[in-house]
């Protein structure tokens, strides 16, 4: 038997790594659709030529069946629902937030497309809340993320926030609803409310800029200072694995037969995978490791980049140190990522990614500042500590999964990834020839492929949780300075330059006045 090529040659063109095959002629002089080497089996499939039959020992016992055991694949599989932060909420009266809940696996990777029952627990049944939910059900979605809206009630009080799905355990988050904080002055709600209002308004215009307006604000990160070596360790490790895969992948689909004759297929595991994988390489996919590097280098890529589009809404400043209060709203994820983009394309290569899909709640912090130089149309202003809420990982294997894969080798996974070098159903039909007729009656080559299937999941989800589990920060602090600018002349600030963040979550930062 030989094994057949239809898949390999896919494989091999969708990777770029071989130039089409010329058709060769046989002895009658009739075009052959297969390269120079191969022959055509009774299908008229290109084949790989076996390698069987190989030297095997059968057990000195009767015949049992072997089995699979997808135990770790199934561990794998399993869910559960994730607590991000405190699981403690606070809304205003009368005030509608999102409020959601994520689905992960053990090793980080979301879990979509499964139910979540939403259900509000009164704490006080004789005084209820008054809160309302959108809904009591929702699926996660690609993010491993179901949410739904909480609207507060119209007098502060307390509630639990029930979340439950199949086969996990439940997950329960506490809200409390209050009312907003007295002192605020309606007309200018950002402005300290400690700070007393010096003659002349709130803005207190002879002394500091006008501040108060919301701008829209572009973030520059450099989350590689931050999140340190270890997700270009685990890097590393998967390029390793990906370039010289045959002894991983031998083990992931040997160690899962199981049975006294099994003993005989798995002696043939190690053989067929190690000869399929060179065969493949050296006639279709001769770039192959080149090609694994240049897959690191673009996930590399994406963690020294990130951009997050946002708002930045600041009141009024005032007193002698011209304090004001702020909060700092994210709503955009913005991947760069500019494979196969034209040179002076700006807009190529920007892949969005919203925030209220990818975060289990609306990502906004308040801060404190303050302006410390006022000197015409310029004013310097400090930024307080404060946090962006972020699950890192969860968007870059999204990104690797759902853009970088697809679009180099039309894979979605590392595990897909790996079975165009060692295709399952060759390894197969190729462990069937090299057991040759030691197993009489049981039929190998679906049973190694089943198992070689499963063995590529589970090893696809290792990799991916490589980089996951050295993704695992889902909050970053970060505190600045910038410098805001009157450009027309209006005696108010329209435009925030040079900013910088400088502690925790480093980058830059400009914005624009929208209202």
């Known amino acids: 038997m030989r094994a057949r090529l239809g898949w390999l040659m896919v494989a091999a063109f ?6 089409a095959p010329v058709e060769e002629t046989d002895d009658a002089g009739l075009a052959s659709p297969c390269p120079e080497g191969y022959q055509v089996d009774g299908d008229g499939q290109c084949a790989i030529p076996s390698i069987g039959p190989g030297q095997v020992e059968t057990p000195d016992a009767p015949f049992e069946e072997p089995t699979i055991d997808n135990s770790d694949l199934e561990t794998q599989r399993a869910f ?24 992960i696996h053990a090793d980080g990777r979301p879990a979509p497309g499964h139910a979540v029952e939403f259900t ?34 119209p007098q502060p009080s307390f509630f639990k926030l029930q979340m439950a799905a199949d086969n996990t355990t439940g997950l329960t988050y506490q809200v409390n609803v209050v009312l907003r904080p007295e002192g605020v002055d309606p007309e200018n709600p950002m402005m300290p409310p400690d700070v007393e209002v010096p003659p002349g308004g709130p803005l207190n215009e002879g002394n500091c800029m006008p501040t108060q307006g919301t701008y829209r604000i572009t973030n520059l990160y450099e989350p590689g200072r931050l999140i340190g070596d270890g997700p270009f360790q685990a890097l590393d490790t998967i390029h390793r694995a990906l370039s010289s895969p045959g002894e991983l992948v031998g083990d992931y689909i040997r160690d899962r037969i199981g049975g006294i004759w099994g003993s005989v297929i798995r002696a043939a595991v190690q053989p067929v995978v190690d000869y ?39 009141g009024g400043a005032v007193g002698p140190e011209c304090a004001l209060r702020g909060t700092h709203r994210w709503d955009t994820l913005v991947f760069h990522w500019r494979a196969g983009c034209a040179a002076g394309d700006a807009q190529c290569g920007r892949y969005d990614v919203p925030l209220n899909q990818l975060g289990i709640a609306a990502s906004e912090s308040d801060f404190d500042a303050r302006l410390t130089r006022n000197l015409g149309p ?24 759902n853009v970088i894969l697809p679009q180099r080798l039309n894979v979605n996974g590392f595990g897909e990834l790996l079975q165009l070098v060692v295709p399952c159903d060759a390894v197969g039909q190729l462990a069937a020839d090299y057991v040759g007729g030691s197993i009489i009656g049981f039929a190998v080559a679906p049973f190694v492929e089943d198992a070689c299937e499963a063995g590529m999941e589970a090893l696809g989800n290792y990799l991916g949780g490589l980089l996951t589990n050295a993704l695992r920060v889902d909050s970053f602090t970060m505190a600045g300075q910038c410098r805001l600018r009157d450009t027309d002349a209006n005696q108010a600030a329209d435009r925030i330059e ?18």
Not at 80 to 103: M, S
Request: hydrophobic share 45%; proline share 1%.
């Open 14 to 19: 969708a990777a770029g790594c071989a130039d």
């Open 80 to 103: 559960f629902l994730n607590q991000e932060g405190d699981g403690k909420f606070t809304l205003y009266v009368d005030e509608t937030k999102q409020i959601g809940v994520r689905a």
């Open 120 to 153: 509000k627990e009164e704490v006080n049944a004789q005084n209820p809340s008054g809160a309302v939910l959108s809904a009591r059900r929702a699926t996660t979605n690609e993010f491993g993320v179901a949410y739904i809206n909480v609207t507060g009630g």
């Open 276 to 314: 399929l994988y060179r065969y493949v390489v050296q006639n279709y996919a001769p770039d192959w490791v080149q090609w694994m590097l240049v897959i690191t280098e673009d996930i590399t890529g994406v963690l020294t980049e990130l951009e997050i589009q946002g708002t930045m809404a600041l």
């Open 378 to 401: 310029v004013a310097d202003m400090e930024i307080g500590e404060h946090n962006l809420n972020l699950n890192l990982a969860v968007a870059v294997i999204w990104f690797v999964e």
């Open 498 to 515: 040079d900013g910088r963040w400088t502690m925790g979550l480093e980058g830059d930062f400009t914005g624009e006045r929208i209202q």
